[in-house]
Nanobody
Framework: QVQLVESGGGLVQAGGSLRLSCAASGRTFSISTYAMGWFRQAPGKEREFVASINWSGGTTYCAYCVKGRFTISRDNAKNTVYLQMNTLKPEDTAVYYC?????????????????WGQGTQVTVSS
């Protein structure tokens, strides 16, 4: 059974930073053959795409990467994907979800995935 477990969320003041991690586990599961992504869902809103990265890490897509505010990365040896979030704003408050799929296009364009994590709460205070 595949599990994606997010960590690193919490309460931070506006302008601060957080680094989310998503650790994958499963008897034979390796993220090295999967595209990985991050999504978020704020209260009362639909889930939205944040960032994705292809299996090798050579290609990334990011909705909030202007001026390096968010950066997605991966370490296949550790079966882990990361989301570095800088200059956080109150509107970044949401539950952040990790996802895995064979196709980065499915994550990025369709917002669908084969596997989802349970989410980690990020709260940015003003």
């Amino acid at each position: 059974q595949v599990q994606l477990v997010e960590s690193g969320g919490g309460l931070v003041q506006a302008g601060g930073s957080l680094r989310l991690s998503c650790a994958a586990s499963g008897r034979t599961f390796s993220i090295s053959t999967y595209a990985m992504g991050w999504f978020r869902q704020a209260p009362g809103k639909e889930r939205e795409f944040v960032a994705s990265i292809n299996w090798s890490g050579g290609t990334t897509y990011c909705a909030y990467c202007v001026k390096g505010r968010f950066t997605i990365s991966r370490d296949n040896a550790k079966n882990t994907v990361y989301l570095q979030m800088n200059t956080l704003k109150p509107e970044d408050t949401a539950v952040y979800y990790c996802a895995a799929d064979e196709l980065v296009s499915r994550l990025t364009q369709l917002g669908s995935a084969a596997y989802w994590g349970q989410g980690t709460q990020v709260t940015v205070s003003s």
